[in-house]
């Protein structure tokens, strides 16, 4: 029971941290169109990237693992923005898992400068699938696991990260 009293109010504790460097982008107009396209169960991908930046920051602080924590936030931010609704058959080249990486990096970098890492999280965030494209650094390890982590708890859970996304409208709007 404490423990999970813990696990609750720890999605707030790390609130303002995570909007001091993610609100930039999760205010743009341009990452908002994640909104349009649905992701995972009743998730977008706006509301799926969120998490999976939210919960790649507070792992990294709490292992202490990474030294780049904007970077870290902001490839997680970009890392399915890929822009279209990958459900519906015909919406991309190949199989979506295997190419959406590639796209995702094509258009963030076509909308935002991306340093190094940004572009290596955004790029190799699919690994193991895209096998010849193993993660080189610890922030982009982090949101490879993130997200897998995200996208089973998702499909699992009928209202997935509830609190932390009314918590990001609220401080957002
Ligand atoms: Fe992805
Ligand atoms: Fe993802």
Redesign the pocket.
């Known amino acids: 029971m404490q423990q999970l009293k813990q696990t609750k109010s720890s999605t707030i504790q790390y609130g303002p941290r995570f909007l001091q460097l993610a609100a930039p982008l999760l205010r743009d107009a341009r990452v908002r169109r994640m909104k349009q396209f649905p ?1 995972h169960r009743n998730l977008t ?1 706006y509301d ?2 969120l998490a ?1 930046a939210y919960y790649s920051m507070v792992w990294s602080a709490r292992l202490g693992l990474c030294r780049d924590r904007r970077s870290l936030i902001r490839g997680a931010l970009l ?2 923005y890929f822009l279209y609704d990958w459900h519906v058959p015909g919406s991309c080249e190949g199989l979506h898992g295997f190419s959406h990486a590639a796209c995702a990096l094509q258009n963030a970098a076509a909308d935002f400068p991306l340093n190094r890492l940004e572009r290596e999280i955004i790029r190799r ?1 699919m690994f193991p699938l895209n096998l010849m494209r193993p993660p080189r650094h610890m922030e982009t390890a982090m949101v490879c696991v993130v ?1 897998k982590v ?2 089973v708890y998702e499909g699992l859970c009928t209202n997935p990260h509830r609190k932390l996304l009314a918590y990001c409208d609220n401080h957002l709007n």
């Open positions: 992701h991908c799926h990237s999976v890392h399915d965030h997200d995200c996208a």
